[in-house]
């Protein structure tokens, strides 16, 4: 039984699908303006775990995250550089996939972008101003969020605790400085035409669309950092509530951010990694063991000391599953496939408790504590190695972490006798000769 603490609850709550043994899941994507930070990759870790979580436990899940490619910031550097909002989205749209791939995340089903999607956006703004929920005043569009009662169901903010201009921008034509752009009038970049002319669609309403286009009116699963619970999803649920009577998903997840040696990251402050650089230099397997080893609902530091921390807890899992395929490979024997099954349904039942990673990293740990403890034997049973050993890469898959298995030659094999016998003989330059060349291979 999976359980997820819902925003919109404040709860921790048993998953409950709409269709059985299939999840809907969107996640809010990037608006491509420039390259994907390591703030960017963490909702793409933490919903790939998601989504590999729910299908070893049996659901079907269509994944489905977008691209925003339209937006004042990607307008503005196409003018600055001479070039189209088309061709800038792109670069970025390319950069942000190659990520996606670096750190070897389940690409999403379905990457819709706005501009594929404009017309059923249109539409949609058309209908929420014929049904009264918006109104439009000199060719913009704006949402009125006193047409829903339950507006402030998702983020828990009350209107009039907050003061106006606060969280949101002030603007003498909105009725209420809570009212939210659905269509912007535009008179520079790319624009299309509508029924209150020229311009563009708001941010806020082009999420809720791509989701009715490609999911349906009512999804399991809505997700995304933090920082867009208000007013970015908060105002999505509006606009749904409004139209179509629901608030658009029946679980709100979201991750928190992400910390630089303890300070926000952010461009003023001159601290922002670029995942690709991130992974680039710490590697697939260490950036997400990182990543997942702080509960998703945590702020997650990076840090000198916190990546030196997830090296060594990594090092600490993948050596005993590297010496047990070495092992079996210079005795030539199989290690099959069968596995802990208690230890991995205990593994299962901590990531199903809320993806609570720090209790599955225990249970990984454990399993490879008994995996050391089985190849010490005197005499080895490779049953018992290959069942501990095939239990934690199971365990792995889920996290994303992969496991590569060393391909052992006859010259190898040689290599490693030539080492024994060294140390046996005492001869110890020869042994730390041939130790270099099989760490160097990734042999021990």
């Not at 960017?40 to 989504?51: G, Q, W």
């Not at 489905?64 to 004042?72: E, G, P």
């Not at 509530?241 to 303890?262: D, T």
């Amino acid at each position: 039984m999976i359980r997820l603490y819902n925003t919109k609850s404040l709860t921790v709550e048993e998953f409950k699908p709409i269709h059985e043994g299939h999840v809907d899941m969107y996640v809010c994507g990037p608006t491509v303006y420039n390259y994907a930070h390591i703030g960017n990759a963490r909702p793409m870790i933490v919903f790939d775990v998601l989504k590999r979580l729910f299908e070893a436990e049996g659901y079907t899940v269509k994944y489905v995250s977008n691209f925003t490619d339209v937006d004042d910031k990607i307008i503005n550097k196409a003018i600055e550089e001479g070039t189209s909002e088309a061709e800038v989205a792109e670069r970025y749209i390319e950069a942000y996939q190659a990520v996606r791939t670096q750190l070897n995340t389940e690409l999403p089903d379905i990457t819709p972008r706005v501009t594929e999607t404009m017309d059923e956006i249109i539409e949609f703004v058309d209908a929420l101003v014929k049904k009264g929920n918006a109104y439009v005043v000199d060719g913009d569009v704006y949402f009125s969020v006193d047409s829903v009662p339950t507006y402030g169901e998702i983020s828990h903010q009350r209107m009039d605790m907050l003061e106006a201009g606060f969280r949101v921008e002030e603007n003498d034509q909105k009725r209420n400085p809570y009212d939210f752009a659905l269509w912007k009038k535009t008179e520079k970049g790319i624009k299309w035409n509508s029924p209150w002319g020229e311009g563009r669609p708001g941010w806020h309403t082009e999420c809720v669309v791509m989701i009715n286009d490609n999911m349906g009116e009512m999804i399991d699963i809505h997700g995304g950092g933090m920082d867009l619970r208000f007013p970015h999803h908060e105002n999505e649920a509006a606009q749904q509530e409004a139209l179509h009577g629901n608030s658009l998903a029946n679980y709100w997840i979201h991750n928190a951010m992400v910390n630089i040696n303890g300070d926000k990251m952010s461009k003023s402050l001159g601290n922002v990694l670029w995942a690709k650089d991130v992974v680039d230099k710490l590697g697939t397997n260490l950036t997400r063991w990182l990543v997942s080893s702080v509960h998703y609902r945590k702020e997650l530091n990076f840090s000198d000391e916190t990546i030196e921390t997830a090296r060594k807890e990594l090092e600490r899992v993948m050596t005993p599953i590297r010496q047990a395929d070495v092992k079996a490979a210079l005795n030539d024997k199989d290690l099959g496939t069968a596995y802990d099954q208690e230890a991995y349904r205990e593994f299962l039942n901590q990531m199903d408790d809320d993806m609570n990673t720090p209790n599955a990293y225990a249970v990984i740990f454990e399993t490879v504590k008994k995996l050391n403890g089985a190849l010490r034997q005197r005499e080895i049973d490779y049953a018992a190695v290959g069942k501990y050993r095939n239990a934690a890469e199971k365990m792995l898959n889920i996290l994303g972490i992969v496991v590569e298995k060393p391909v052992i030659g006859e010259e190898d094999k040689a290599l490693f006798a030539k080492w024994n016998e060294a140390k046996a003989a005492k001869d110890f330059d020869t042994a730390d000769a041939c130790r270099k060349v099989l760490t160097e291979k990734g042999l021990l």
